[in-house]
């Protein structure tokens, strides 16, 4: 079964907002990660959050971890009509990563 | 740059034919999965293998069997394809199990089974 859910499920936004993106899960965690993956391709990390880290930069990424609430969200600032894509979450257990069933964003230009 | 390449993009087969994916990574990755990919379900792990000739089942591997033979090639063999099988097949590679091991994809293998 799938362990994250992202919110929402899709997301349109004008160029230069800012999107954001929520992930929840059910069990601990080593690590939580996020994918991207544009239309008919294989997925790209992102960004990698550890479970004793609160919150992650890398460029116009921002990913927040709160595993009290066992959630995560991703923040993308100033967006480009290049950031339409989904988006996954994905926690890793001992052997699997788990994905949740992502958010698909819409830049419009 | 780290590769992980699908054989084939598009597939089209018929119900009851045997269908191999094959994935090839080079960047001398201990671990490779197998997921499926289907509207509204995310991914879902059919196989992995954390060495050679070794695997495990993931969440569905029913109608599927695996072969790894060598480190850099993990093949998804579906012995008789059904309809039900039509998706989008990934393989992904990583270095290990540690935990901050993150996923290489490659482009993905869309198959259509009629």
């Known amino acids: 079964s799938q362990q994250g859910e992202e919110d929402p499920q899709a997301l349109s936004i004008q160029e230069g907002e800012n999107a954001t993106m929520n992930c929840s899960y059910k069990t601990s965690i080593n690590n939580l990660q996020w994918y991207r993956q544009n239309s008919g391709r294989g997925l790209v990390h992102l960004i990698l959050?550890?479970?004793?880290?609160r919150e992650k930069h890398s460029g116009r990424l921002r990913v927040t971890l709160d595993t009290s609430k066992k959630s995560s969200s991703l923040l993308i600032t100033a967006s480009r009509a290049a950031d339409t894509a989904s988006y996954f979450c994905?926690?890793?257990?001992?052997?699997?990563?788990?994905f949740g069933t992502g958010t698909r964003l819409k830049v419009l230009a | 740059d780290v590769k992980v390449t699908q054989s084939s993009r598009y597939l089209v087969k018929r119900t009851g034919e045997k269908v191999f994916l094959e994935c090839v990574q080079d960047m001398d990755h201990e671990n490779m999965f197998w997921y499926r990919q289907d509207p509204g379900l995310g991914l879902r792990l059919i196989y992995f293998s954390y060495d050679v000739k070794m695997k495990e089942k993931g969440d569905i591997p029913e109608g599927y069997s695996v072969s790894r033979e060598k480190k850099e090639r993990f093949s998804l063999i579906l012995e008789s394809a059904s309809t039900n099988q039509t998706s989008m097949y990934l393989c992904a590679s990583s270095p290990g199990f540690s935990g901050a091991n993150v996923l290489t994809f490659g482009a993905g293998s869309r198959l259509t089974v009629l």
């Open positions: 959050i550890r479970s004793n880290e």
């Open positions: 994905a926690t890793s257990g001992t052997y699997k990563y788990i």
